[in-house]
């Protein structure tokens, strides 16, 4: 059974910049969240996605947007890149019905 | 809203010595609740979870009861080990009544653990 896959693994990017950070779900899952981790903090659930579609979202501002694709492999996009968006991002999948979600190793996104 | 506080961190210990992670909680809706592993440089990993009040989730030597009426779940471990270094989490997920959870974690800050031979 394959887990969960995240690529890049880092990412330098500069202030006003586009970035998209891809997830590929565990086999069998049908749902995606992500997760941001600023340093020295938990993670921070910014949305997720089940069925291609949006199925709720954190406190997160519009500019942090994302896709599921019919794989269940998913991207993040952020927009207008903020020195507050250097983070860890995490993506997790799971089945819809299930409380447990598993993790990838994440992408660290240092903005400059 | 939703809310997990963990003791104050981060904590240091000698091998062979006894572990207590405090995590208490609020939450509306019937929780689940988990602790989750961080290794340097690495994602998280659930270490374990309950999903009811009274369960117990046990692995690899750790364990956590979910108390409902203190709204605490615990981590402990009787003996660590060198290797058990890394940052711990405790979260929840609420599910409406007699609902599916959509998914949503909420984590606490995390503690770090040190464990020197």
């Known amino acids: 059974e394959t887990g969960v896959t995240q690529s890049p693994t880092h990412l330098i990017k500069t202030r006003g910049q586009q970035v998209t950070l891809r997830c590929s779900s565990q086999?069998?899952?049908?749902?995606v969240s992500w997760y941001q981790q600023a340093l020295g903090q938990g993670p921070q659930f910014i949305f997720q996605?089940?069925?291609?579609?949006?199925?709720g979202r954190g406190n997160f501002p519009p500019r942090f947007s994302g896709l599921q694709f019919p794989n269940y492999s998913s991207e993040l996009n952020v927009n207008a890149l903020e020195l507050d968006d250097s983070a860890l991002y995490l993506c997790?999948?799971?089945?819809?019905?299930?409380?447990?979600?598993?993790f990838g190793p994440g992408t660290r996104l240092l903005v400059l | 809203g939703d809310s997990v506080t963990q003791m104050e961190g981060p904590v240091t210990l000698s091998e062979e010595a006894f572990l207590t992670i405090n995590c208490t909680y609020t939450?509306?809706?019937?929780?689940?609740l988990f602790w989750y592993v961080q290794y340097p440089g690495e994602g998280l990993q659930l270490l374990l979870k309950?999903?009811?009040?009274?369960d117990k989730g046990s692995n690899k030597g750790f364990e956590a009861t979910y108390r409902k009426e203190t709204t605490s779940f615990h981590l402990e471990k009787g003996s660590v080990q060198v290797s058990d270094s890394a940052v711990y989490f405790c979260?929840?997920?609420?599910?409406?009544?007699?609902?599916?959870?959509?998914?949503?974690?909420?984590f606490g800050q995390g503690t770090i653990l040190t464990v020197h031979p």
């Open positions: 997790a999948s799971s089945r819809l019905a299930e409380e447990t979600q598993y």
């Open positions: 086999s069998g899952h049908n749902t």
């Open positions: 996605y089940y069925r291609e579609e949006e199925n």
């Open positions: 939450a509306t809706g019937y929780p689940s």
């Open positions: 309950a999903t009811k009040a009274d």
């Open positions: 979260a929840l997920s609420v599910s409406p009544a007699g609902g599916t959870s959509y998914g949503k974690l909420t």
